[in-house]
């Protein structure tokens, strides 16, 4: 497995949820990780990025709410998510693109519901 991604739940608007994505140490070094979401009936949409030296980009809605980082040494990276809103309910998915090639997790579904 290349990369695998996990954390999802349901959590009521206003709560938080931390995703983890493992990666396949190979894949990982050297390279950024992107945050993915697909609502339904929606395009995939990158969510945050984080780049091999920790520089990191967030899509404008999520910014200030979600926090994007990498442990090296566990090949892991992470998306914290606060003060969810409903329209953040999504299936979530991270990814690498290496030498041209896009790896994708299997997905973990976050909804935000009262």
């Known amino acids: 497995v290349q990369l695998q991604a996990s954390g999802g739940g349901l959590v009521q608007p206003g709560g938080s949820l931390r995703l983890s994505c493992a990666v396949s140490e190979i894949i990982f070094r050297g390279n950024s990780v992107s945050w993915y979401r697909q609502a339904p009936g929606k395009q995939r949409e990158v969510v945050a990025t984080?780049?091999?030296?920790?520089?990191?980009d967030y899509k404008a809605s999520v910014k200030g709410r979600f926090t994007i980082s990498r442990d090296n040494a566990k090949n892991t990276v992470y998306l914290q998510m606060n003060s969810l809103k409903a329209e953040d309910t999504a299936v979530y998915y991270c990814?690498?693109?290496?030498?041209?090639?896009?790896?994708w997790g299997q997905g973990t579904q976050v909804t935000v519901s009262s």
């Open positions: 984080i780049s091999s030296t920790s520089s990191t």
């Open positions: 990814n690498i693109v290496r030498s041209g090639t896009w790896y």
